[in-house]
């Protein structure tokens, strides 16, 4: 009797182990499945205080600057993106969306070369009242943003 006790003590034993292993994998794959789909969010400020490495995506958000839209040849587009304190300039070949505009938020996904950044994806407000959260939190601390009514 005592030989079995032992034998199902060590039988839990293993499959606390073999669960906590398969666990460990899970997370590993996770995370290695996950490392290029997260694009961390960085104001026009944090990008110039510490510039992140030319190959590295990141989204950036702001307001597109008043009288700064020029378009080039085809379908690039130049302006430049201000959270008020700072502004980049900004690099787009595409499309942009219909509610693109000046002095409107704008998140756009890219990297950061030799002080431009390079956007592959242009997002836009969907409507007046509508501004992106990190957009939104960025202009409250610079002091830029007011509640609508206020």
Not at 44 to 65: D, M, T
Not at 75 to 100: M, N
């Amino acid at each position: 009797m005592a030989g079995m006790k032992g034998l199902k003590k060590q039988r839990r034993i293993q499959i606390v182990v073999v669960a906590f292993v398969a666990l460990a994998i899970a997370t590993a794959l996770i995370g290695y499945a996950l490392r290029d789909g997260i694009n961390y969010f960085r104001d026009p400020s944090q990008i110039l205080a510490e510039p992140p490495a030319p190959n590295e995506v990141f989204r950036i958000g702001g307001l597109v600057e008043a009288g700064s839209i020029v378009r080039g040849e085809g379908e690039t587009v130049r302006f430049i993106v201000t959270d008020g304190a700072e502004s980049v300039p900004v690099v787009f070949t595409g499309i942009l969306p219909d509610l693109f505009s000046e002095n409107q938020g704008m998140i756009g996904t890219g990297v950061y070369v030799d002080g431009v950044f390079k956007a592959s994806e242009i997002l836009a407000k969907h409507d007046e009242s509508y501004m992106p959260k990190e957009v939104l939190d960025s202009l409250k601390d610079e002091g830029l943003y007011q509640e609508p009514g206020s």
